[in-house]
């Protein structure tokens, strides 16, 4: 077996491997003996069918599957061997390749077309300025989410008389034309209705400064406008709630309303822990300001990577092999049309090259990514889920089991090192250039992404 590379241009070039009879041929006479061994015919006892009728039979397809298989490892080896950087994969030369004759030749001559990157120097220092995104916490911000943490510690408290934002407890029963309790009817107790999602303003004014012990006649059908609401909230079948109609009476027994927590010590350290010290409505405040700072660095970091992106594919130019490449794309995805593919090409392009900038920024720091990272990031994106609902305080052994569960995945894994990968980069990146640091609201920050 023979290869042979002739360079059409820098980025180009042409493989030919020269497959001989001694490169195959024991392997195709073993996989042959093979089948005559477990070969079943009639008219022959098992394993003596005759070893033409076998090569005849399987012959041509060991040989092509063997050779196939020798194509395949010799490409692989060769550019391990040459370090050649490829791009996309090696194609058969649509020109150069000859029509093989499998029944008759007994050397075979393949030959693909290659794609290389190009050699490309990424210079990070301070002669290169790109902005970085601070986004501030502004006092409405903080104030909402210090709302939110109060909501979610809140708890119901019972009261008098109803407003429109309570609910109430209380007992269905339905009614007769009459007004009558109906024979065989509906009965419900236990019963927690929302006054301010009911549908109808008058149903709704009904209730108003009713008290415990009072009772309110209403058709809940028209309160709610939605037959399966209705049905859920009675207990009661689907079908069952489409026939049913007319007055109930719902006999109150308890008035509810939510209460947001106070911002006392104790919520503080339900929130961020006993051992966080906060003690005053002014530390708490300072401390959810600096909570979301440090999760806004992470969009801040997003927006830095695209600009760094920008940036640096125009400063840093370079050709690539954009016909082999349209070909290439074209091959490992059929149903594209050559329409849709010019239409991407740009973008894949863009991707490309920041993708081939990233590699060298990482060759040129030597930067590795340990399983150590990996678990670390995995454990970070843990604690952020937990925050978004209110839970800042989570226990590392806790962080750790989810990290674990997610790590489980492969799907949830690829994108935790994807990820970290991507970090380290963009942290290198921060390192090494100059910073036009910009503090912004994150409602202008939110613009910026929109453009």
Not at 9 to 29: C, G, M, P, Q, R
Not at 217 to 244: Q, R, T, W
């Amino acid at each position: 077996m023979n290869i042979t590379r002739v360079n059409i241009d820098e980025l180009n070039a042409v493989l030919t491997i020269l497959v001989e009879k001694s490169d195959y041929e024991a392997t195709v006479n073993d996989v042959l003996k093979n089948y005559r061994k477990k070969a079943n015919m009639p008219g022959f006892r098992p394993g003596m069918v005759p070893a033409g009728l076998i090569k005849k039979m399987y012959g041509k397809s060991a040989l092509a599957e063997e050779v196939n298989k020798i194509i395949s490892k010799s490409l692989t080896d060769y550019i391990y061997a040459e370090k050649l950087n490829v791009l996309g994969e090696p194609l058969p030369n649509e020109e150069k390749q000859m029509k093989i004759d499998w029944d008759n030749q007994s050397d075979f001559s393949f030959v693909f077309d290659i794609a290389t990157a190009p050699k490309i120097e990424v210079v990070l220092d301070n002669n290169t300025t790109l902005p970085y995104y601070s986004i501030v916490a502004n006092e409405e911000l903080v104030n909402k989410q210090v709302e939110a943490y109060a909501g979610r510690l809140g708890e119901n408290k019972v009261v008098d008389s109803i407003e429109e934002k309570d609910t109430v407890r209380g007992t269905f029963v339905q009614l007769d034309e009459a007004g009558n309790e109906l024979v065989g009817g509906i009965l419900a107790d236990k019963v927690v209705i929302a006054i301010d999602v009911m549908k109808d303003e008058e149903i709704k004014a009904s209730f108003i400064g009713k008290k415990a012990g009072d009772v309110v006649v209403f058709d809940p059908l028209k309160a709610y406008d939605n037959k399966h609401e209705v049905g859920h909230m009675l207990n009661i079948s689907h079908e069952e709630a489409e026939n049913i109609s007319g007055n109930f009476s719902f006999t109150i027994e308890e008035v509810l309303r939510f209460e947001k927590a106070e911002l006392t010590p104790e919520l503080f350290g339900k929130i961020y822990g006993e051992e966080s010290g906060i003690t005053t409505e002014e530390e708490f405040k300072a401390k959810v300001k600096t909570e979301i700072e440090e999760n806004f660095v992470y969009s801040s970091d997003y927006k830095f990577g695209i600009d760094a992106r920008d940036v640096l594919v125009k400063n840093i130019p370079f050709d690539l092999p954009e016909a082999f490449l349209k070909r290439w794309i074209k091959v490992t995805n059929v149903k594209m049309t050559d329409e849709q593919i010019e239409a991407d090409f740009d973008h894949f392009m863009l991707d490309l090259k920041w993708q081939l900038i990233k590699d060298k920024i990482v060759k040129d720091n030597e930067l590795k990514v340990t399983e150590e990272d990996v678990h670390a990031l995995a454990k970070e994106m843990a604690a952020m889920q937990f925050r978004q609902y209110g839970l800042g305080n989570v226990a590392d052994e806790h962080l750790e089991n989810y990290a674990n569960q997610m790590m489980k995945s492969e799907e949830e894994r690829r994108k935790v090192v994807s990820k970290a990968q991507e970090d380290v980069i963009i942290a290198t990146i921060k390192t090494k250039v100059a910073l036009d640091i910009k503090e912004v609201s994150n409602e202008e920050f939110n613009k910026m992404l929109e453009n």
